[in-house]
């Protein structure tokens, strides 16, 4: 198994450009999430998704976009990057377990917007 | 105010040496706890859960205290190999979807 895989591992990006980061698991979990970690303030939830086709906003969701077509995948999108969003972000995925999920990450996306 | 604080650190050890790491949250309504682990560049892996009456995984000893809102994590015999960022979890007030992490305590283990 691959586990949780992240595309692509690292991008720059011209203010105003968008990408979209995809996010794929092969352990048939339900739930998936993207994270953004930056320097002192930890690791800040974006959106998440309970299953196939459902998505919902996190702590930081303004200026992204998901979508979760596939259960497989979990797709982060930037319609007109900013310098703000130069971040490491990750993506986790865990089965349902009433709020004691264990959260299994990819290796992260590092992005620069210059 | 953060949902969980966590000293920063950084804790620079002696191999052998019992370290302790403290972690507060806010939500009082907060039911789930954790200890993650991340490595320099790498992604947070979960290192343990945390129980109510406190569990022990090994060298590792997690404490939840719920009237003070503080969880510990007790390392024992520390090795080289537990060098990395520690990082606080705790599930959120209105749903047990979200999750808020701490900025992360750093622990050197020095030979």
């Known amino acids: 198994n691959a586990g949780v895989t992240q595309t692509p591992k690292f991008r720059v990006l011209k203010t105003g450009q968008s990408m979209t980061l995809l996010c794929a698991q092969d352990m048939n979990h339900e739930y998936m999430y993207w994270y953004r970690q930056d320097p002192g303030m930890g690791l800040r939830l974006i959106h998440y998704?309970?299953?196939?086709?459902?998505?919902a906003k996190g702590e930081v969701p303004d200026g992204y976009n998901v979508s979760r077509l596939k259960k497989q995948n979990f797709l982060l999108g930037l319609e007109s990057a900013a310098p703000s969003q130069t971040s490491v972000y990750f993506c986790?995925?865990?089965?349902?377990?009433?709020?004691?999920?264990?959260?299994?990450f990819g290796p992260g996306t590092r992005l620069l917007v210059l | 105010r953060k949902e969980v604080e966590q000293d920063p650190g950084p804790f620079n050890v002696p191999e052998g040496a019992t370290v302790a790491f403290n972690c507060t949250y806010s939500?009082?309504?907060?039911?789930?706890f954790f200890w993650y682990r991340q490595d320099c560049r790498k992604e947070p892996k979960l290192l343990m859960s945390?129980?109510?009456s406190g569990n022990e995984d090994g060298r590792f000893t997690a404490q939840l205290n719920r009237a003070s809102q503080y969880i510990s994590l007790l390392i024992r015999d520390s090795k080289l190999s537990d060098s990395a960022t520690y990082l606080c979890v705790v599930n959120g007030r209105n749903t047990g979807n979200q999750f808020y992490f701490g900025t992360g305590t750093s622990l050197t283990v020095i030979p």
């Open positions: 986790a995925s865990s089965y349902p377990s009433a709020g004691r999920e264990t959260q299994y």
């Open positions: 945390v129980y109510s």
């Open positions: 939500n009082s309504a907060s039911q789930s």
């Open positions: 998704s309970v299953g196939e086709g459902t998505t």
